[in-house]
């Protein structure tokens, strides 16, 4: 298994160096930057740079400006690793190499980890483009815990590959790669507190987000970032997190291997 | 040996009847196919488009599950022990696909010798031997995007040896392949099977290729094994079921219409006419060699201007074979 993670990360990497698509890369910094910068006009324009006593009661913070850019720089890494590897089956299958991949004793999960592993490294190199355009919007870490963000970063990757396990086989099943990923990635959006806290959403939507692990990484991470907390004062946070991946994971790996036994005959109708 | 029997496969499809409304379609792909590839042997399947060959193929090399059937390879049961059968099988597919366009040959080797677990020296070695095999040494390290169309059949043709499989499913591997690397390719598939005795599985729409290579063929249609034999079986059947004629003649009188359509009758033949440059012209499709009787009835009441006997295809021996099947089925 570790060297399907190792080939084909290496295959990817090759690729992605040999024909990286800029203009994809561009459009991800510019919506990123965008946001923000959206968000910074209604902050500073039409709310003065005030906050309610209710944000600061639901979020922990007054730092409007930092909250928010948290939210997009994390917004930004769940697109792009979540996002391209649940695309990873469904493009080699458009690209007519699926059969010769699972011709192969190719290890599922060994080939969506090595897809993972990549993305993780490409993406992280893109985060950083983005913190250094968005910096005059003033993201400050008065008191970060490095532990547990860390950790934060290590739960949430797994959680984001479980996800994208499960997108990926249903991309696969209904041969759809836009429809699912826009609905998907809206609805992330709206729920998940990208920009404002999750409980500002009505009651019922509450209930929703709060069965998708990003909306804990978030407020995980901000408590870490902004706030300074450890991992113990955020233990019942971190708890659900490990518990959302791990449930995510498992139903990916059941889908996945049901989905790809079905996935050739797929290409015929 | 690979034995295969009563292999099934239906592709259900939903079909959209109003915004709404969608209803399920099941196409029945292989409706039972038995075959049989021992070691060293080089077997034909043929058929016409949609007959089932490439559903077979991907049964048989995993890919697709049959939903009825079984195989044995070498003893493993095709569905239970899939994961011990793809180390021993490999298929290649005619065209440019099932190959990454952004890498160039040696990784794209490498990544797929990666998946077989194959040890790094060896992995080498073998690359090396199979990019000099087909032909691609000079231009190895260039990304395959920038590849001919045959370049990237050759590279295919590497990439489906890379695990050194025991059987081998080749779907229309020549398939446009220059001349030389085509006739390359049926030598080293011969080798294949001859010197390291590897059971090989051939699609072809050339009855040359069949012939040349072939020890024994199935003909299928439908889904359906219509035929079976060595190649010299099939070519006399190919020779006898799809005689074509055509005659140009001065004259067709009712007298002669009515003795040419009652001996037609009694071959169970075919013919169309039509008029052209002031005399006749038919053609005529028969499952038996009648040249001779032809031209005795014809010349005994008109001219006859010139006279063809076509060269039988095989594609014509296969649509024969599947109406007389069709035939019989009806008639059963």
Partial sequence: MINHILSTAKRNLTMQTRAYPIDFFISKLLSCFFTILGAFFMYNIVFKGNVSIHFIKFSGTSDYMSFAILGCFTNLFVRGTFLNVSRSFITEMREGTLDSLLISPV???????????????????????????????????????????????????????????????????????????????????????????IQYLPSWIQVFSNLIPVTYSLRILRNSVLVGLDIV????????????????????????????????????? | MLIAKGLKKNYISKEKNGFFRSSVKTIEAVKGIDLTIEPGKIVGLLGLNGAGKTTTIKMLSTLLEPDEGSCSVDGLDLVKDAFKIKHIVNMIAGGERMVYWRLTATENLEYFGKLYNIPKN??????????EFVGLKERANEPVEKYSKGMKQRLQIARGLINDPKYLFMDEPTLGLDAPIARDLRKFTKSLAREKGKGILLTSHYINEIEELCDYVYIIDQGLKIMEGTPKEIASIVANCTNQYKIKMLDFSEKLKSQFETFLRTVQSDYFIEAADGGYEIDVTSHMDIQGELIALLSQHTKIISFAAMEPKLEDAIITLSEVKAYEQIHA
């Fill in chain 1, 107 to 197: 290890n599922y999960m060994g080939y969506l980890s090595g897809n993972m592993l990549e993305q993780t490294m490409i993406t992280s190199g893109e985060l950083l483009a983005a913190m250094i355009i968005t910096l005059p919007f003033g993201l400050r870490f008065p008191s970060i815990n490095v532990v547990s963000t860390l950790l934060c970063i290590s739960i949430t990757l797994i959680s984001l590959f479980g996800m994208a396990i499960i997108l990926s086989g249903i991309m696969v099943y209904f041969k759809d790669t836009y429809l699912s990923q826009n609905t998907v990635f809206s609805v992330l959006f709206l729920t998940t507190g990208v920009l404002f806290p």
């Fill in chain 1, 233 to 269: 004062s955020q233990a019942r946070d971190f708890i659900t997190l490990a518990l959302l991946s791990a449930i995510y994971f498992a139903v990916g790996v059941l889908l996945i291997n049901k989905i790809m036994k079905k996935a050739p005959e797929k290409q015929f109708i």
């Fill in chain 2, 122 to 131: 060896e992995l080498k070695n073998r690359i090396d031997g199979l990019i």
